[in-house]
Each structure stands twice: as structure tokens, then as C-alpha cells.
């Protein structure tokens, strides 16, 4: 037997909405979006929020934002994505779903963040949290140390990409699938929560919930201060990270009352 590990979503599951938009906004701020190109990501943001992700908008979003590192330096872009997740991006970090990485960490697993953004952001994000590692989408860099404006194989980590990218990490390091937990919003990560023994719906889109409730996976919302257990048999390191923040998860002793 191998490792236990747990893998995280980012966006919409770590963070409201897009890390790629906040990146983005970071990037305008500091001279290297024009007026109408962040108007292009808000109009993508708002749609992102209100149906979450899809091919469409993910392909649409990788091409925006490879275009503009075109030509750019990777170190002078790593810097500055550093310097954007610390702004932006963490102080929207979902406390709950910190609280369930710290319990993950103290209890000896493995953590990941696994997300379809540029890897340069999730590994900060990561770093950040005291997590293990990350795993993201690569851009393609020359010879000479610039982005290229294409993506690096195997492509966006998305979809069944991401799930190729965990099996082969955990192949690399001796991770126990069976015996790991995955964490993510999306119905675009199916190939990813049954990869692994315990998967869990957080904050879900309306497919994944419906998924979620027919195969008994927890599912979990932790977008406010006091989260709900939506239906399902609560994961063990779930509900001991919350209750150990302090945190009811109400929603599942009042389904239980019920019955």
C-alpha cells in the first residue's frame, strides 16, 4: 500500500469564482491588460459564476490569457503571479476547505491543489497553504525563457486530462488511490472523483450534486462561515476538520432528526 493523499480543486471549490480572472485583474492592474480585455474576462467571470465550467468557457479562457504572456519573460511572470495570488487570489481561500487541508496535513496525507490554471499559480497557491504540491496547466516555453502562447502537453488539466495527471502522479510517488480523497465543484471532474476511494462533492454545480446523490458522496457546502452537510454519509476528515474549527455542520443532524 501506497500513500494516502488528497487532491483539491481551485476554482469554485478552493475560491469563489475564476483564479484565471483574478490573475487577470492582478496582470491589468500592473500595465498589462487594456481596458477591454478585463472587460472580456468580467464578461466570462460573470458567466463562470452563474454556470460554472465547461469546455467552451475553459478553452475560451486558456486562449485569453495565453495570448498576453506571449513574448513575456517566465521568471518576471512567476514573480508577478506570486505577488497576484497573494493579493487576490488567498484572501479568498475558503476557510473551511483550509480547515480540511490542515487536517489532511496533520493526520500525514499527501496534499495537492489540481487545477485546469496556470501552474506558476497553483504552485503559489499551494506553497501558500502548506500543501504538498500542485499540478496545472503548463505553458509552452522557448528556448529563451519566454511563454510561447500555446499550451505544453498533455494540454489544459481539465476533465479527463487532470485525472491522466493524478493517476501518473501518484504512480510517481506510491499514492493509494483507493485510499485517497478528492475535492472538487464540478461535474468537469468526474474522471478525477472516481479515480479515488473517497471522492466529495464541494460546493457543487447542479449535475455534480445529482451525481453526488445517487452514488452516496458526501457533499458539502463551505461557502459561508457555518456549512452544510447537503446529503450523503459525511467524509471522516470533513467533519473532524470542521468540528475541530468549531464549525456545526447542521444540515446533515437536522436530515438525520428527520428520518
Not at 117 to 123: D, G, K, M, R, Y
Request: hydrophobic content about 40%; charged content about 25%; glycine content about 10%.
Amino acid at each position: 500500500m501506497g500513500q494516502r493523499a488528497a487532491f483539491f480543486d481551485l476554482d469554485r471549490t478552493l475560491i469563489p469564482g475564476s483564479s484565471l480572472f483574478l490573475l487577470a485583474r492582478g496582470m491589468y492592474a500592473r500595465d498589462y491588460y487594456r481596458v477591454r480585455d478585463i472587460m472580456r474576462f468580467g464578461i466570462r467571470q460573470v458567466a463562470f459564476r452563474l454556470t460554472g465550467e465547461s469546455e467552451k468557457a475553459i478553452e475560451q479562457a486558456r486562449e485569453g490569457t495565453l495570448e498576453f504572456v506571449a513574448g513575456r519573460d517566465v521568471d518576471e511572470l512567476r514573480e508577478m503571479g506570486r505577488e497576484i495570488a497573494e493579493e487576490r487570489v488567498l484572501p479568498r481561500v475558503y476557510e473551511g476547505v483550509a480547515k480540511i487541508i490542515e487536517h489532511h496535513r496533520g493526520s500525514g496525507d499527501l496534499t495537492y491543489l489540481c487545477t485546469a490554471s496556470p501552474v506558476e499559480l497553483a504552485e503559489v497557491v499551494a506553497d501558500s497553504l502548506d500543501m504538498t504540491g500542485a499540478l496545472g496547466t503548463q505553458g509552452e516555453i522557448s528556448w529563451s525563457g519566454r511563454y510561447t502562447g500555446r499550451v505544453s502537453p498533455p494540454g489544459v488539466l481539465h476533465g479527463d486530462a487532470k485525472a491522466e495527471a493524478v493517476a501518473e502522479l501518484a504512480q510517481r510517488v506510491e499514492i493509494d488511490l483507493a485510499e485517497s480523497y478528492a475535492y472538487s465543484d464540478s461535474i468537469n471532474d468526474l474522471p478525477l472523483l472516481e479515480l479515488v476511494g473517497h471522492p466529495i462533492a464541494v460546493n457543487p454545480d447542479s449535475e455534480l450534486k445529482r451525481i453526488a446523490r445517487e452514488r452516496g458522496w458526501p457533499a458539502y457546502d463551505l461557502r459561508t462561515r457555518h456549512p452544510l452537510l447537503l446529503f450523503g454519509i459525511p467524509s471522516a476528515f470533513v467533519a473532524a476538520a470542521l468540528f475541530g474549527a468549531g464549525v456545526a455542520v447542521g444540515g446533515w443532524f437536522g436530515r438525520r432528526s428527520e428520518r
